[in-house]
């Protein structure tokens, strides 16, 4: 499975961006899909997490609220809607992906793509 994000930018406090994650040389809707962010000089931090139905989501405190996970099977995209951005929401946003489940910890995913990067300037 190769993914492949992107969506990332610099914006202001406050504002919105959506990102994407388009997984290919699989079959998607088998794979729980999950976004992690790793600022610089910071550990990797689970974001979201959605199984591979769409049926269940999973926040982190830090962005319950203001960041949206979702899914469109028929599209082989997964997004990650995210408002009220904050300048700790600055950090490098990757997407990953596991056998169906969706879970907080990185080393249950197997498949990771490159980041995207997300900028918020006060």
């Known amino acids: 499975v190769q993914l492949q994000a992107s969506g990332g930018g610099t914006v202001q406090v406050g504002d919105s961006l959506r990102l994407s994650c388009a997984p290919s040389?699989?079959?998607?809707?088998?794979?729980?899909m999950g976004w992690f962010r790793q600022a610089t000089g910071n550990e990797r931090e689970f974001v979201a997490a959605v199984t591979w139905s769409g049926g269940s989501t999973y926040n982190s405190d830090s962005v319950k609220g203001r960041f949206t996970i979702s899914r469109d099977n028929a599209k082989n995209t997964v997004y990650q809607q995210m408002n009220s951005l904050k300048p700790e929401d600055t950090a490098a946003y990757y997407c990953?992906?596991?056998?169906?489940?969706?879970?907080?910890?990185?080393?249950?995913?197997?498949?990771w793509g490159q980041g995207t990067q997300v900028t918020v300037s006060s």
């Open positions: 040389g699989s079959t998607f809707c088998d794979y729980g």
């Open positions: 990953a992906a596991q056998n169906q489940l969706a879970t907080s910890s990185w080393w249950d995913y197997d498949y």
